[in-house]
């Protein structure tokens, strides 16, 4: 696998998620390195096949499937600051996918090691070349890179490809409302004739990046019509998921059962707060739908 020319100094290294790969003066900068025994290797092979070598590694969050094997490349990352802690803690990273501490091998991207952080930086930072801007939603501190010199952005895990979306049923987010604003604020980027590239699915611009991105939106909205459905009846969270999931058609196991619960549990917050459900006691924590 080798790497996609986008410009002269702007190259994709295909992959779930993807690594964008940016010329800074005599250097090259990863952005989300990713995972997978070798990566590092092919990543380093292909920058040097360019003549460069790599000088900084960028992620665009701490989960463990973007910086898995950013400690193996001799190079400083930097992250913001919200997810510090994510990247260099693995018990924080299993607290934010399972909850607590996770069972062994039970998480699709799980490994003991932690991930030192070397700068962090704020949203609006230019970092070699490269705008920091909020995209969060997905994580507390998901950031997408602007190249504005290319007319890109390396948007991270802000919006997902259909493919992506279809396989587990809902987008994995922390907090809808921000989601959706990183959204609107991608879309008025596609009217700037900017290219999107998402860590998990194909780079998009133009009409097909303005229907992924509403459909990303969509299945928001959707699912929160949903869960409002489901709840006239009173349900128990781990419930609630798996009905969400047989009705987007999803072929359903443990691992991506626990995965929707996190998503799930911040629809659950948000129609909490607004006021349309309540928690109730009924042989153990259910939700149900507000009467009036």
């Known amino acids: 696998m080798g790497l996609r020319k986008l410009s002269d100094s702007a190259y994709l290294y295909p992959g779930s998620p993807s690594t964008f790969i940016r010329v800074f003066d005599d250097g090259a900068v990863l952005i989300d390195p990713g995972h997978g025994k070798g990566r ?6 292909e920058v040097r096949k360019l003549g460069l070598e790599i000088k900084a590694q960028l992620a665009t969050h701490g989960h463990a499937d973007h910086v898995a094997v950013a400690p193996r490349i001799s190079a400083p990352l930097f992250i913001h600051r919200f997810e510090f802690s994510v990247a ?23 490994f003991p090691e932690g991930v030192r952080v070397h700068t962090v930086f704020e949203w609006g930072d ?8 909020r995209l969060n939603g997905h994580s507390s501190g998901m950031t997408g890179f602007l190249d504005g010199e290319n007319g890109i952005i390396y948007a991270g895990d802000s919006f997902f490809g259909e493919r992506v979306i279809q396989s587990v049923g809902l ?3 922390v907090d809808p409302e921000l989601f959706k604003t990183s959204i609107k604020e ?6 700037k004739s900017y290219l999107l590239i998402p860590s998990h699915g194909k780079q998009v611009n133009g009409e097909e990046a ?27 969270m781990d419930k609630l998921a798996f009905r969400i999931m047989k009705h987007y058609s999803v072929q359903i196991t443990p691992q991506k059962l626990a995965l929707n619960l996190v998503p799930v549990r911040a629809f659950i917050a948000e129609l909490y707060n607004q006021g349309r459900i309540d928690a109730v006691v009924d042989e153990g924590l259910k939700w149900v739908v507000k009467k009036g």
Request: glycine residues 6%.
């Open 210 to 236: 303005t229907e992924l991105l509403e459909f990303n939106l969509t299945r928001v909205e959707e699912t929160k019509s949903l869960i409002l459905e489901l709840l006239k009846t009173p349900m128990p």
């Open 171 to 173: 987008p994995y987010l």
């Open 88 to 110: 260099e803690s693995p018990l924080n990273r299993e607290l934010l996918t399972f909850g607590s501490k996770a069972p062994g091998g039970f998480l699709v991207f799980q």
């Open 126 to 133: 230019e970092l070699f070349d490269l705008k920091a801007i």
């Open 186 to 191: 991608l879309q008025n980027y596609v009217e």
């Open 40 to 45: 590092h290797k092919d990543l380093g092979r």
